[in-house]
């Protein structure tokens, strides 16, 4: 419970602390969500935040990757115009996509709450020594996760609770760990939140093969079964409360089993939207999926709902993959949204 001390802390607009010199990164972007000024950029780069307060909540960022993923802006998002990204190439770049290149970037991260005594992580990455054929960005990865998250003062075996927000690849990687031959749970001692229906979504011996089975190849067998077998997965049905503040609900779509985690703490609300939204342009235009929903409609139902929620509560959205700040404010625009403010986290 220091991690505090091992980073700088701040609420959701406002620096404590000794964070003063980095005063602007929590009030960047503005109503278009541009990134920061070259000036405020170079403040930030000397001084990364990585923990924000909400309410009585502390949410830390550790990062597992952040950069291009192999894939270009219409093949992440097959319906969005070429054009769009172009028109507004001069915030979505450098940190969620790249003129010329036109590849997307990602980041894989897992947010670490501390709530009421208990330590909480929101989904674990890609994982390391995976075999991925079919999705290779995230095969056989390398990565010193552990030590970052060993950096926010988390040890393995504190971490009471794990939540998978749903059962992708890159979602319940750190779950397990290699062992010799074996693959074990990382974190022993804590309960892994797993929604009932995407278990028995991705369950071999189920009766439907989801459209990304291809992709999520071995996940079950290395990240997911293991778990189970240890005894230590809780599978959830409709909502579940983790405690006062901090409650789980559905949001089928990207899966059917996908699920959103709320937080109401103090005056501050936050909701962490998983794969809801994977680039600021669909706040402007929720009707892009990614490539990656197994049910379209659905999909672009449930982002419209979470950020309908989101604007009219004046809550922080984190979903699981968005890159620089990571999280935002939003507000309703149009018949759409757009970015009020970026969370106070150093752009990654
Ligand atoms: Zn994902």
Redesign the pocket.
Known sequence: MNSINTSRSLNRRGFVGAAAGIGAAGLLGGALGRPATASAAASESRTRVETIKLGKVTVTRVLEYSGPVGMTSRQFFPGSPKELWEENKDWLSPDFWKPGTDMVNSA?QTWVLRSGGRTILI?TGAGNDKFRPYAKQWQYMDTGFLGRLSRAGVRPEDVDVVVNT?L????VGWNTRREGRDWVPTFPNATYLIPKIEFDFWNPAGPVRPKYWQGNQNVWEDSVLPVHEAGLVKLWEGSYILDSGLKLDLAAG?TPGSSVIRLESGNDRAVFI??LL?TPLQLEHPEFNSC?EEDEKQALATRRRELEWAADHKALILP??LPGHGAAEVERSGGNFRIKEWAGFSRS
Do not use: E, I, P, S
């Open positions: 894989l989904d749903h992708h690849n890159d979602h990207h998983g794969d994977h990656f699981a993959h």
